[in-house]
């Protein structure tokens, strides 16, 4: 009896204590919900401010687009309505484009980001297989590759000729590749810049002199400047395949980046990564600057980058991803522990951000060559204007002037300049923007920057000849072909339509129907 009551007595000491420890627990919970309520609230108004800044920031460029628009339309004297109707559907696309834009340049320059290396990319067909090392065979692969499809674009202009009706030997028809500007460039890695003499001499200091060197450099070799520019690009094409690759490979699956390099090689203008011109040397460091930013080697990222503007003036533009990967860096540090304790400030920060005047100096050595030459370091402007009728002007009254002169084509039957001019341009100018809509939410923030920035000055050009050749370079295009593409179908309408562009503009180039 007396062990029953004993037993009866633990029983409810063991209940009661039971209901302590659960009295006790659901008090300890109290702060840890209050804790997520708070987080919650903190996260809402978080994105409520991200919202509204992005509501500002939109609605202060499309005020500042619609003025320049309105005050286009109002100087606009001449030409046709469909070329007013062209310009304001280009300004609309551009518009678009900037409004799914900036809630991810918001979000990406926000400490409530914390989607640590790929902030405002939304790369569905991430695998696990992303942090991998990229195999040296792989590389190695896409290297020679691409120097096959060098060999090939070569191959296909002389087969294009012969179709053509030149029967010229190969080694007579591989002159057909000192068309365009490619004879100033050679002229220059052979003679420099002139101060003077003929007036068609005089006006190649338009030409920047990083790809001249280059040439001139390996021609020490060689002992043939025309084979030298062509090894030049050719090791350079294959260069900016491999680094692209590696570049689409710190976001995207294998596959991905596959078709991202397919799309390279199969833009209109791409035949021009073959010739004696600045693309494919330009493609390679803008490409490699690219790529060590995303790898935080900034100091060799802005070293690309002068080498690129040394290259090409639109290198400057390289500055934009530059300041938009350390700010983004900076932010996400500033907001994870990891950062704070690696103490990201002072000496440290002020070093990442003074490399990147290192990108104007490649461009400020040109103007020091214009100094030397001509005694004015700006001289290159004058010949641009005097000489060709160029500035800067807006990308919507491009579309206009040159949906005009597509429209004088087809009223006078000048076919060659519709196909080999008016029309590639046209359709590189909408469809830059068309490709960049639906891909912008898949494709890193800095990388849409650096688009619309080069596409305003590019395209802005008051006398543009060369719409296609200068947007085969601009990296984030095929890497957005490829993030559009993932379904088979899509991705099969889009490389046939490529294909048969290339070969019509291909055909346009070898009979010099005025492709620049």
Request: with cysteine.
């Amino acid at each position: 009896m007396f062990f029953l009551k004993e037993y009866a007595f633990r029983q409810r000491i063991d209940i009661v204590k039971d209901d302590i420890d659960i009295n006790h627990n659901r008090f300890l919970q109290i702060p840890e919900a209050a804790q997520m309520s708070n987080s919650m609230r903190s996260s809402s108004k978080a994105k409520k401010s991200m919202d509204k800044a992005s509501s500002i920031i939109i609605s202060v460029c499309l005020i500042i687009l619609t003025g320049l628009v309105i005050h286009w339309l109002r100087g606009k004297s001449g030409g046709t309505v469909l070329g007013r109707v062209g310009a304001i559907i280009s300004a609309m696309l551009f518009a678009a484009l900037g409004i799914r834009f900036v809630p991810l340049w918001v979000k990406a320059w926000s400490k409530t980001d914390m989607a640590a290396d790929n902030a405002g990319a939304c790369n569905s067909d991430s695998s696990g297989e992303l942090d991998k090392p990229v195999s040296r065979a792989v590389l190695a692969k896409i290297f020679f590759t691409f120097l096959l499809v060098d060999i090939f674009i070569i191959l296909l202009m002389y087969i294009l000729q012969i179709l053509s009706g030149n029967m010229k030997p190969f080694s007579e028809a591989v002159n057909l590749w000192r068309a365009t500007d490619s004879a100033s460039y050679l002229t220059i890695a052979e003679s420099w810049y002139a101060s003077t003499g003929e007036w068609d001499r005089l006006v190649q200091l338009v030409f920047l002199p990083g790809y001249p060197i280059t040439i001139r450099t390996v021609n020490l070799l060689i002992g043939n400047y025309l084979l030298s520019a062509m090894l030049v690009s050719a090791l350079a094409f294959a260069g900016a395949g491999t680094v692209m690759y590696r570049l689409v490979r710190l976001d995207y699956s294998h596959e991905t980046a596959i078709r991202a390099l397919k799309y390279l090689c199969l833009l209109p203008g791409a035949f021009f990564f073959a010739s004696p011109m600045t693309e494919s040397l330009f493609l390679l460091l803008s490409v490699s600057c690219l790529y060590c930013l995303r790898r935080k080697n900034w100091l060799a990222a802005c070293i690309l980058g002068g080498m690129a503007s040394f290259t090409r003036s639109v290198g400057l533009v390289l500055f934009v991803p530059a300041i938009f990967e350390m700010i983004s860096h900076d932010v996400r540090m500033s907001s994870s522990a990891e950062g704070l304790s690696k103490s990201n400030t002072g000496i440290r920060k002020f070093a990442k951000y003074a490399c990147l005047p290192i990108i104007f100096l490649g461009f400020g050595g040109y103007l020091l060559i214009n100094y030397q030459v001509s005694g004015n370091p700006l001289q290159f402007m004058i010949y641009q204007r005097e000489h060709w009728p160029q500035s800067m002007g807006f990308f919507f009254n491009t579309v206009s002037y040159q949906t005009d002169y597509a429209v004088r084509c087809v009223e006078e039957m000048e076919h060659n300049n519709l196909i080999g001019l008016w029309l590639p341009n046209l359709f590189c100018i909408f469809t830059g923007l068309i490709i960049m809509l639906p891909a912008v939410k898949k494709l890193r923030p800095s990388y849409t920057a650096y688009f619309l920035i080069y596409y305003i000055i590019t395209i802005g050009a008051t006398w543009l000849l060369s719409a296609p050749r200068y947007l085969t370079v601009l990296v984030p295009l095929p890497i957005a072909l490829a993030v559009i593409a993932e379904k088979r179908r899509t991705d099969d309408i889009l490389t046939l339509a490529y294909e048969l562009l290339y070969l019509v503009y291909s055909y346009a180039f070898v009979n010099r129907w005025n492709v620049w």
